[in-house]
């Protein structure tokens, strides 16, 4: 099946920890996002990248970094440096960044 | 900057019609979406209108662009349970801009 993943579905941090959420795609979509969506908001954008080995900033991008050394990969990490992490995080492709975006099924990350 | 807005709520009893308003600010959009999110899950792709188009029908759905006004519409066609939900609005800008700006997001609530 062709698609996006993420995982966790649940991820607990704690004071001062980094954690990394994963997404995976194998549509073979060259452009990756991540977004943070907090109740009853919209999505605001983190990081995209376009292309293997380039990534941009979002709108709100302290606190977190990406990488994106494989096509099919790009994860985010949480940074201690970010204060309210408490969000539900969503990932999406493109086959370009001018395309349609379509989404992974999201990861609750809860701060304990 | 770019502003997409949508109404909080919408409810509707089962087998009337729905219609979930939007109206953004960026007159360089190329495309705008309908997603659909259920309760802890991702966005779903519902459909989309290239801003060329004044209305688009698919199904149930029917898509109305006011571009004059900035206006999208989502009209639901006999509305049933399991079109409850939240629905976003989203646009893409002209080339240069590289994600999309959602609403807030309307939430559906259909009564049996």
């Known amino acids: 099946d062709g698609g996006i993943t993420q995982s966790p579905k649940y991820l607990f941090r704690k004071e001062g920890q980094n954690v990394t959420l994963s997404c995976e795609q194998n549509l073979n979509h060259d452009a990756m996002y991540w977004y943070r969506q907090d109740p009853g908001q919209g999505l605001r954008l983190i990081y995209y990248s376009q292309i293997v080995n380039d990534f941009q900033k979002g709108d709100i991008a302290e606190g977190y970094s990406v990488s994106r050394e494989k096509k099919e990969s790009f994860p985010l990490t949480v940074t201690s440096a970010q204060k309210n992490p408490t969000a539900f995080y969503l990932c999406?492709?493109?086959?370009?960044?001018?395309?349609?975006?379509?989404f992974g099924p999201g990861t609750r990350l809860l701060v304990l | 900057g770019e502003d997409v807005e949508q109404s909080l709520f919408l409810s509707v009893r089962e087998g009337d019609s729905s219609v979930i308003n939007c109206t953004y600010t960026d007159s360089s959009s190329t495309y705008l979406y309908w997603y659909k999110q259920e309760p802890g899950a991702g966005l779903q792709l519902l459909t989309y209108i290239f801003s060329n188009m004044d209305m688009k029908q698919d199904q149930r759905l029917t898509v109305l662009l006011n571009k004059k006004d900035k206006h999208l519409s989502l009209r639901i066609a006999d509305t049933q349970t399991g079109d409850s939900a939240i629905y976003f609005c989203a646009e893409s800008g002209y080339t240069g801009r590289r994600a999309l700006t959602f609403g807030s997001g309307t939430r559906l609530q259909v009564q049996p």
């Open positions: 999406a492709s493109s086959m370009t960044s001018k395309e349609t975006q379509y």
